[in-house]
């Protein structure tokens, strides 16, 4: 069993490092899936013992290099989730832009980004509406020419949410998906 662990790491390890090429040029796309995203409020929102969530959902972005690594694009979502024994139902969309750090030849490719996102909660009857400005960095793994492993770090440093009274806060996130670029 040890020497399956090996071989399949080791082939993972390798293979992408003879496929990869750089897919952040200009006129590709790149389309990607979060499978998971995990979120806590900090400061101000640190105070609302429900914060801390799992969220589940549909949440992709498409994005367009106008330039060898820089992408532009948009994000849209739907996410539906249940903590403390409130169930809320989030649809989001926004615009968002990435610079990837292609001058480092590895089947691992570095990016920061940024976007302004705009949520609609409902839950319990209540509907607010959120305004987000959400920083994120984190890495690609190329596991061919076209299709990747991310992972990345979140961090809203501001989040304006008018459900009657304003509160303003932090979140802290991380997220993992797929990205496919073409």
Not at 29 to 54: A, C, M, N, Q, R
Not at 87 to 108: C, H
């Amino acid at each position: 069993m040890k020497k399956l662990v090996i071989a399949v790491l080791l082939v993972l390890l390798t293979v992408p490092a003879f496929a990869a090429t750089n897919p952040a040029v200009k006129g590709n796309f790149s389309v990607s899936l979060p499978l998971f995203s995990y979120w806590t409020g900090i400061g101000d929102l640190d105070e609302s013992s429900y914060f801390s969530f799992l969220a589940v959902g549909l949440e992709p972005d498409v994005q367009y290099f106008v330039m060898d690594d820089l992408s532009v694009g948009g994000k849209v979502g739907y996410i539906s989730d249940e903590n403390g024994g409130v169930k809320t139902k989030t649809t989001l969309f926004g615009p968002m832009a990435n610079y990837y750090f292609s001058f480092i030849k590895a089947p691992v490719l570095p990016y920061a980004g940024a976007g302004l996102i705009y949520e609609q909660n409902k839950y319990d009857g209540a509907k607010e509406k959120t305004t987000e400005l959400r920083l994120h960095g984190g890495a690609v793994y190329m596991l061919g020419k076209h299709l990747s492993a991310y992972g990345e770090i979140l961090l809203s440093p501001y989040v304006k949410y008018s459900n009657g009274e304003s509160i303003s806060g932090q979140k802290l996130g991380i997220s993992a998906g797929i990205r496919a670029f073409f």
